[in-house]
Structures are given as C-alpha cells and as structure tokens.
C-alpha cells in the first residue's frame, strides 16, 4: 500500500520561507514523477511544481516560478519543495502526488496515482 506524507506546513510571514517534504513509502517509484499541488479555499486545485524520477526534470507553474524549487532524494523516496519569498497567495492546502505511468502529464491533477493527505501553508501579509 502506497502511502504519501507530506510535512514542512505552517505559518510564515510574506516574504519568509518553508520547505515541504513529502516521503513516500510501501513501493519504490522508477518511472513517472512527483508533483506538488495547492488548493485554496473556494479554488480549484492547482499545479504548484513536478519532478521526474529518473534524470530529474523539474517543471514549475508560472506562479511560483524563481520562488520555489522541487528536489528529490530517491534514496529516501522524497520529494522536497523549497518555498523562498512566500506571498499571502500562496496561502493554501499543499498536497503531494506520485504518478507511475510512462508519460508523465505532470500538469494534470488526474494523471496521478496517489495523493498524500495535504499540509497547511498560511503567509501572513
């Protein structure tokens, strides 16, 4: 059983830093990637940032690009988000989602396989 635990959430005041961790467990992921979505209350859920497992290709949604940035440590099965120079907008549930297919739509909420539980993310302006 797959399962996604996210950690690294709270509050910060705008312009103030977090790092999200998301540590993955009960199978080894070879293929695909992981991404880092957000949602915030009444809004839809959105694409926040993704990595490939293997090579590492990062990709980031326009929003956050220059601010954050996505890591991995396949040794451990984790996938880090940097957050740098965080705006009350970001303010948001984060979630963490690994996807197993071959082509790896990381832009695409629905194109992953598994969903960790989310972490509170609250900047304070």
């Known amino acids: 059983q797959v399962q996604l635990v996210e950690s690294g959430g709270g509050l910060v005041q705008a312009g103030g830093s977090l790092r999200l961790s998301c540590a993955a467990s009960?199978?080894?992921?070879?293929?695909?990637?992981m991404g880092w979505f957000r949602q915030a209350p009444g809004k839809e859920r959105e694409f926040v940032a993704a990595i490939t497992w293997t090579g590492g290709s990062t990709f980031y949604a326009d929003s956050v690009k220059g601010r954050f940035t996505i890591s991995r440590d396949n040794a451990k099965n984790t996938v880090y988000l940097q957050m740098n120079s965080l705006k009350p907008e970001d303010s948001a549930v984060y979630y963490c989602a690994a996807d197993d297919s071959t082509y790896f739509r990381y832009r695409y909420s629905n194109s992953y396989d598994y969903w960790g539980q989310g972490t509170q993310v609250t900047v304070s302006s």
């Open positions: 009960g199978r080894t992921f070879s293929r695909g990637g």
